[in-house]
């Protein structure tokens, strides 16, 4: 279980409690609620399990084999498995961030949402940090077939919702993947602040135009 942290590891450790704890500081967690994950060539860091995003401690991260095996630091979160089947559906991703943030969780069980696509496209930031966002059917924590719905998501997706749970987001690296799950958040507040307002929502057109203006 030894595990020397190189210079640049220990830079990343500190920027996952850095950020975690920005999340966590700013409502988007509570609790032990949430974690945060960088893929690095030794292997996933990933926050502790019962661990407050809050106080993170870089040293005490947890280092995980992308099998699920343990290598070292604190033992990982029991969510851990969401993050590893992003990253093995996604290469291209480097970082995950998944939170029970109160306005996705919200979003989450509304029966009208689309489950291709849960969010209309509000904003132009929506669209170009998050653009499509399926729900996952609900599964109880642990199970692991939920390990195997992400993973079917995962394929067409980079953001998902995880129904009556909250959102698992990915991105090229850390600070993508924290915008991203903010943006979704935002979003999503917006979305129940608007409901039931007449609405004008970007259109088709609008959407084309930023896919072709800012490729992902
Ligand atoms: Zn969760």
Same mark, same amino acid.
Request: with cysteine; net charge negative.
């Given at each position: 279980m030894s595990h020397r942290i190189g210079p640049e590891e220990a830079k990343l450790r500190e920027e996952i409690c850095v950020l975690s704890a920005s999340l966590f500081n700013r409502?988007?967690?509570?609790?032990a609620s949430g974690n945060v994950s960088v893929l690095t060539e030794a292997g996933m860091i990933v926050s502790p399990t019962g661990s407050s995003m809050g106080r993170l401690d870089p040293e005490r991260l947890s280092l995980v084999a992308p099998d699920g095996t343990h290598l070292a630091g604190d033992r990982p979160s029991k969510e851990a498995f969401l993050h590893l089947a992003m990253y093995e559906e996604r290469p291209e991703m480097r970082s995950v961030v998944h939170l029970h943030s109160t306005h996705s969780v919200a979003l989450s069980c +509304? &029966? &009208? *949402? @689309?489950? &291709? @696509?849960? +969010?209309?496209? *509000?904003t132009a930031y929506y669209v170009m940090r998050v653009g499509r966002c399926p729900l996952v059917p609900y599964f109880a924590p642990g199970d692991r077939a939920l390990a195997e719905a992400v993973r079917g998501v995962a394929r067409h997706a980079h953001a998902m919702l995880l129904a009556n749970h909250g959102p698992v987001v990915a991105g090229k690296g850390l600070d993508a993947a924290v915008a991203a799950a903010e943006e979704l958040e935002e979003t999503a507040k917006l979305y129940l602040m608007l409901r039931g307002e007449k609405t004008r929502f970007l259109t088709q057109a609008q959407v084309a135009d930023l896919r072709l203006r800012f490729p992902s």
């Open positions: 409502g988007y967690g509570c609790g +509304l &029966e &009208e *949402i @689309d489950p &291709e @696509d849960v +969010l209309p496209p *509000i």
